[in-house]
């Protein structure tokens, strides 16, 4: 299956009558952004809390010296991070530092998850770094009659943030295929197949790289047909789907 860095589709075995897709992480920038935000977030939330404490306790035995050795390995495992993320031999480095640690350096699909998450992480924690930094500045100085509570507040929103995109990755991730023959749409993660004899009209959708299929199911007798209502698709694919729904079977 040939894949770009938006949509993979291509002809199943040579055969025109299917085209086969898979959206993910490795092929959609937006899907691959959405995750690397979500979890790049959660994780930069729970060690801005961790690194916070280190400052403090650092501070409180050692005094400046304890904050800045701190805050020195804090700017050197970030650094570290972003170059072996930027790599072109981001795995054997990481072989390297995993050789004496009872865990396997991850490969392949697993590798570059991890980068993102990473990368992901530096950055957010950048970010709330800053915003936490600027909010002290704010309150300690008295600069704004609010305080630093809209710079913690923004920081804090993040969170919540992170986990809309998570969702709104996971949602937007589509592995499947197009029978033309057999008018139907198969999707996998999870399975199931659907029978464009029983719709009756679609709407498309594009946003960017997204292009979201609303389905609008016929019923016969009267009974509800189970069944999405909404698939995200390759932009070839939902122009197919559209035609075949508005062919005669």
Same mark, same amino acid.
């Given at each position: 299956?040939?894949?770009?860095? &938006?949509?993979? +589709?291509?002809?199943?075995?040579?055969?025109? /009558?299917?085209? #086969?897709?898979?959206?993910? $992480?490795?092929?959609?920038? +937006?899907?691959?952004?959405?995750?690397?935000?979500?979890?790049?977030?959660?994780? $930069?939330?729970? %060690? +801005?809390?961790?690194?916070?404490?280190?400052?403090?306790?650092?501070?409180?035995?050692?005094?400046?010296?304890?904050?800045?050795?701190? !805050?020195?390995?804090?700017?050197?495992?970030?650094?570290?991070?972003?170059?072996?993320?930027?790599?072109?031999?981001?795995?054997?480095?990481?072989?390297?530092?995993?050789?004496?640690?009872?865990?396997? $350096?991850?490969?392949?699909?697993?590798?570059?998850?991890?980068? =993102?998450?990473?990368?992901?992480?530096?950055?957010?924690?950048?970010?709330?770094? &800053?915003?936490?930094? !600027?909010?002290?500045?704010?309150?300690?100085?008295?600069?704004?009659?609010? *305080? $630093? %509570?809209?710079?913690? %507040?923004?920081?804090?929103?993040?969170?919540?943030?992170?986990?809309?995109?998570?969702?709104?990755?996971?949602?937007?991730?589509?592995?499947?295929?197009? =029978?033309?023959? /057999?008018?139907?749409?198969?999707?996998?993660?999870?399975?199931?197949? !659907?029978?464009? +004899?029983?719709?009756?009209?679609?709407? !498309?959708? #594009?946003? *960017? @790289?997204?292009?979201?299929?609303?389905?609008?199911?016929? #019923?016969? @007798?009267? #009974?509800? &047909?189970? *069944?999405?209502?909404?698939?995200?698709?390759?932009?070839?694919?939902?122009? =197919? &789907?559209?035609?075949?729904?508005?062919?005669?079977?």
């Amino acid at each position: 299956m040939e894949e770009d860095a &938006v949509d993979g +589709t291509a002809g199943s075995g040579g055969d025109d /009558e299917t085209i #086969q897709w898979r959206r993910d $992480a490795s092929t959609s920038r +937006t899907v691959r952004l959405l995750w690397a935000f979500g979890v790049g977030t959660f994780f $930069a939330a729970i %060690g +801005t809390v961790v690194c916070w404490r280190l400052y403090r306790l650092a501070g409180e035995a050692a005094g400046g010296t304890g904050r800045t050795v701190v !805050i020195a390995l804090i700017v050197s495992l970030a650094a570290t991070t972003l170059a072996i993320a930027g790599s072109s031999r981001t795995e054997r480095h990481l072989e390297r530092l995993t050789r004496r640690l009872p865990i396997d $350096a991850p490969s392949g699909v697993r590798l570059h998850r991890a980068m =993102d998450a990473a990368v992901g992480t530096v950055v957010m924690g950048a970010v709330i770094g &800053v915003l936490m930094g !600027i909010g002290r500045y704010v309150s300690r100085n008295e600069l704004l009659s609010v *305080g $630093a %509570g809209p710079f913690t %507040g923004l920081a804090a929103l993040l969170v919540p943030g992170a986990l809309i995109a998570l969702v709104l990755a996971s949602f937007l991730q589509s592995v499947g295929a197009l =029978d033309r023959e /057999e008018r139907t749409i198969y999707l996998y993660e999870p399975e199931r197949a !659907i029978d464009l +004899t029983l719709i009756e009209r679609v709407s !498309i959708r #594009q946003f *960017g @790289d997204v292009t979201i299929l609303r389905l609008s199911y016929a #019923q016969p @007798d009267g #009974q509800y &047909v189970q *069944g999405p209502r909404r698939i995200v698709v390759p932009p070839a694919v939902a122009r =197919d &789907v559209a035609a075949l729904v508005g062919a005669e079977p």
